[in-house]
């Protein structure tokens, strides 16, 4: 999957695509690798939850092909069938912006750690609230 620091300038689509989404620009959140820093902590309790059911109701951009978690993916060398997968993003309304994150960033939350910047996780649990 694509690496993309917290809070950059969305470009998934290539430097052509404008980078916008609803008149907004579009921040990237959670694009992890291995070999990647990322910031690490406890998010709030509901957040991993939130994520999950983002992966339902904020879904975007779905792709032909699923991208699987990386690290539980290289475990014994090869792509495990229960592996982590996700095969579109979420996008998040924020604060006059909107974010970008793959399906996997509730899994990179629960099981990795990551969390997330708090602008980022603002939004989503104001959203989860309108929802």
Do not use: Q
């Amino acid at each position: 999957m694509t690496y993309y620091a917290d809070l950059t300038p969305y470009t998934y689509r290539g430097p052509e695509a404008s980078g916008f989404w609803r008149g907004v620009p579009v921040l990237n959140v959670g694009w992890l690798r291995r070999g990647k820093r990322y910031a690490r902590g406890a998010p709030p309790p509901s957040l991993a939850e939130a994520l999950k059911r983002m992966t339902r109701t904020h879904r975007a951009e779905p792709t032909r092909g699923f991208h699987f978690c990386p690290w539980c993916a290289s475990r014994l060398f090869s792509r495990r069938p229960d592996s982590p997968g996700g095969s579109a993003e979420i996008r998040v309304m924020g604060s006059g912006v909107a974010y970008a994150a793959p399906e996997l960033i509730a899994h990179y939350v629960e099981a990795h750690g990551y969390l997330p910047p708090t602008d980022f996780i603002e939004a989503v649990l104001s959203s989860e609230a309108v929802s």
